[in-house]
């Protein structure tokens, strides 16, 4: 049962009055526009004295006896109308008195600018095309409020602006993404979020069956195995940007689905994709945000010079004071661990501990762009390994602000080391490692038949947005973060 509080029951009670005189509002189906808020104010000059029809919300009113003003709010921003009950009639102006904030009305009316300079719309004419039954909060933002904005975006969106630039702007950097792709000749394709089997990434999959083939299924991790199927069989530069899920925890920069952009190109290794990522988020934010240097809680990122280039190795040696390349066996490793107070467990070899070194000491050392080099080969089992040091691969990782943005590698495409790799993380995943990946068959047939060398690059979007609007959580840049039910 829904309680009204005392401002919803009144709402209530005029929507009721209105359908019994038979002026439902919600039996509107369309409303001409010819104008927005935006072309009023900017082009006053040339619509001053022009009749236009807009519509929008009314976030602010102010009556004066037979005249009103009311800001009204469209997609774009707000205009300001000017009410008088002898321009739109009698009876119309005792219902316009009755509206209330929250309401959306039609307008017509005569381009014009008040005595005190608002440009206004004087109106001829108001239509309600809907009414509003809850009350708009005055504020809607900060720490108290934060889950409920989440929860109700679209109240969000409608009272604080800002929230709604940031949306904006993710589109933008899409946008700009795929142009740049597109114009370099690559291809955006679609592959299955459903998949039989979960790989391309190391995480822990959400699971689901499908009834009619009574078949355990899963949402995809990464789209990676199938698009490399398709360097497999003739396409030369291709990428996807879609949804992935993955069954962790939410924090600021997690949350269990989000957007992710792959494309792999034949016959480069993983210097170029990195020149290429580089190029790409420089383009990004210059044609979205005007700029290359911009700003992060209030630290000045420069994406213009050329990004920082370190192996895991030497960023190890420089933020940790631990040279790996000193380690020759998993004892010594195992020692430097326990004497740094970094917990290991048993399956994890050399190279797994020199990655929980980086992340203990480095990872948030990483402000400035930073690609990270020279993974060790244990936790990278669809990278390339180094010709002249095969316990590392040809692999990166982009940091900014102390974040991974992109992942990328020159792609394996050995079938038999494929193959191996692929064992042992079906090894550590029987031991009870849900987050590594069982062994695909069918792509390892694909590898068979002949992978071309190939890079491959992994990005994830919504970060990218976080840093181009300086937003702090993950939250802040999806419509509709996942959320906890409400009990």
Request: hydrophobic share 40%; aromatic share 8%.
């Amino acid at each position: 049962m829904v309680t009204l509080n005392e401002q919803e029951k009144v709402r209530h009670d005029k929507l009721k009055a209105l359908q019994e005189e038979n002026k439902n509002p919600f039996t509107h189906t369309s409303f001409e526009i010819n104008a927005n808020s935006t072309q009023i104010l900017d082009k006053f000059e040339t619509l001053e004295g022009n009749e236009v029809s807009v519509a929008g919300r009314i976030m602010a009113r102010r009556d004066m006896g037979k005249a009103s003003f009311v800001h009204v709010q469209d997609s774009l921003g707000r205009v300001q109308s000017y009410i008088r009950k002898d321009a739109i009639g009698e009876d119309a102006y005792a219902d316009f008195k009755k509206y209330d904030i929250g309401d959306i009305l039609g307008i017509k009316g005569t381009v014009f600018k008040t005595q005190k300079g608002e440009i206004s719309v004087r109106a001829t004419e108001v239509t309600l095309l809907s009414k509003s039954l809850k009350t708009l909060p005055e504020k809607f933002h900060g720490l108290k409020d934060t889950e409920l904005r989440y929860r109700q975006r679209y109240v969000d969106l409608i009272v604080n602006p800002e929230v709604k630039e940031t949306f904006i702007k993710r589109s933008l950097i899409i946008r700009e993404m795929r142009r740049f792709l597109d114009d370099a000749g690559f291809i955006e394709v679609e592959t299955p979020v459903l998949q039989d089997i979960a790989g391309g990434a190391a995480a822990k999959p959400f699971e689901t069956h499908h009834n009619s083939l009574d078949l355990d299924m899963f949402l995809r991790i990464a789209p990676e195995l199938k698009l490399k199927r398709l360097i497999v069989g003739g396409f030369d530069k291709v990428y996807e940007i879609g949804r992935v899920f993955r069954n962790e925890g939410m924090s600021i920069r997690h949350n269990p689905e989000f957007t992710m952009m792959e494309l792999y190109q034949a016959y480069v290794d993983y210097i170029h994709i990195m020149n290429l990522t580089e190029s790409l988020i420089r383009h990004i934010a210059k044609q979205v945000v005007g700029t290359a240097v911009v700003e992060y809680d209030g630290v000045e990122i420069d994406l213009e010079k050329p990004f920082i280039r370190l192996s895991m190795l030497d960023a190890v040696k420089q933020y940790a004071n631990v040279d790996f390349r000193q380690i020759e066996t998993l004892e010594d490793a195992l020692a430097i661990a326990k004497e740094h107070g970094i917990a290991v467990e048993k399956h994890h070899q050399k190279g797994d501990i020199l990655n929980l070194f980086f992340e203990k000491y480095a990872e948030d050392k990483l402000i400035q762009p930073t690609f990270i080099t020279e993974h060790p080969v244990e936790i990278s089992p669809l990278s390339k390994r180094k010709a002249d040091d095969p316990e590392y691969t040809e692999r990166f990782e982009l940091f900014i602000v102390g974040r991974e943005h992109a992942n990328a590698f020159s792609e394996l495409n050995d079938p038999i080391d494929q193959r191996s790799r692929f064992k042992h993380q079906e090894e550590l995943r029987l031991a009870g490692d849900d987050e590594a990946c069982a062994i695909d068959e069918d792509f390892l047939t694909a590898l068979e038949y002949g992978l071309p060398p190939t890079g491959g690059l992994g990005i994830g979007i919504d970060r990218l947005v976080m840093l181009l609007t300086n937003s702090a959580s993950i939250r802040d840049v999806l419509f509709f973060p996942t959320m906890k039910p409400i009990d």
